[in-house]
DNA sequence: ACCGCGATGCACT
DNA sequence: GTGCATCGCGGTG
């Protein structure tokens, strides 16, 4: 298991790529991660910049839990707050690699290539079964599960995807060579 | 390979 | 009414 100070007064920015290669469970099912993205306060692509609102009012909480928000309408995704209470900072799990569970994350995704099970913020969710109900529970008790990782991945970072604002930042990490990410850094 | 689009909820103007 | 921290499908090179 993660030590408990793992979120607490650390910012996102040494939080998420830390997280790369951590595995991730929800009721057993899961994955080790694989791309992270961070959002903190003063940046205009997060849900906490505007100040606190019914939806991101767990970004605004102690840090060490899950904010879950709908996306698009349609897909959940998943964040790991950060930092310290008060201050929303948070880190977007964008991508696992499949590690436990293989079988029910098939039947929830409707999809048998492991690739595609958990490529990205929406799809993982759906494969772990994270819906709001998780939204402002703890991590480091059931149904959550984070295993520490024995061996640093190699890390790359690159510009986060999906924002229309503060698109300039590289702040998205990957474990590099991943073939579970959700998309490719664009080629230099 | 890329691009366009529809599905659908909700915070915010 | 508009715009998303999305995904999957169907069209075109």
């Given at each position: 298991?993660?030590?408990?100070?793992?979120?607490?007064?650390?910012?996102?920015?040494?939080?998420?790529?830390?997280?790369?290669?951590?595995?991730?469970?929800?009721?057993?099912?899961?994955?080790?991660?694989?791309?992270?993205?961070?959002?903190?306060?003063?940046?205009?692509?997060?849900?906490?910049?505007?100040?606190?609102?019914?939806?991101?009012?767990?970004?605004?909480?102690?840090?060490?839990?899950?904010?879950?928000?709908?996306?698009?309408?349609?897909?959940?995704?998943?964040?790991?707050?950060?930092?310290?209470?008060?201050?929303?900072?948070?880190?977007?799990?964008?991508?696992l690699e499949p590690t436990s569970g293989l079988d029910l994350?098939?039947?929830?995704?409707?999809?048998?290539?492991?690739?595609?099970?958990?490529?990205?913020?929406?799809?993982?969710?759906?494969?772990?079964?994270?819906?709001?109900?998780?939204?402002?529970?703890?991590?480091?008790?059931?149904?959550?599960?984070?295993?520490?990782?024995?061996?640093?991945?190699?890390?790359?970072?690159?510009?986060?995807?999906g924002i229309t604002r503060a698109t300039e930042l590289s702040?998205?990490?990957?474990?590099?060579?991943?073939?579970?990410?959700?998309?490719?850094?664009?080629?230099?």
């Open positions: 298991m993660l030590k408990r100070d793992f979120f607490f007064g650390r910012s996102v920015h040494e939080v998420a790529p830390d997280l790369i290669g951590v595995t991730l469970l929800v009721n057993g099912v899961g994955g080790r991660i694989v791309e992270v993205e961070a959002y903190d306060q003063e940046d205009p692509a997060s849900h906490g910049h505007r100040g606190p609102t019914a939806r991101n009012a767990v970004m605004f909480g102690p840090p060490g839990h899950a904010y879950v928000y709908r996306s698009y309408g349609i897909h959940w995704c998943l964040n790991l707050v950060c930092g310290e209470e008060g201050v929303p900072e948070a880190a977007l799990i964008r991508a994350q098939r039947r929830r995704r409707g999809l048998d290539d492991v690739r595609a099970l958990c490529s990205g913020p929406g799809k993982l969710c759906q494969a772990l079964g994270i819906t709001r109900e998780h939204d402002g529970l703890a991590l480091d008790v059931p149904p959550f599960e984070l295993v520490e990782r024995d061996e640093v991945p190699e890390i790359v970072t690159g510009p986060r995807i702040w998205r990490y990957l474990s590099a060579g991943s073939p579970y990410v959700s998309r490719g850094l664009p080629r230099a």
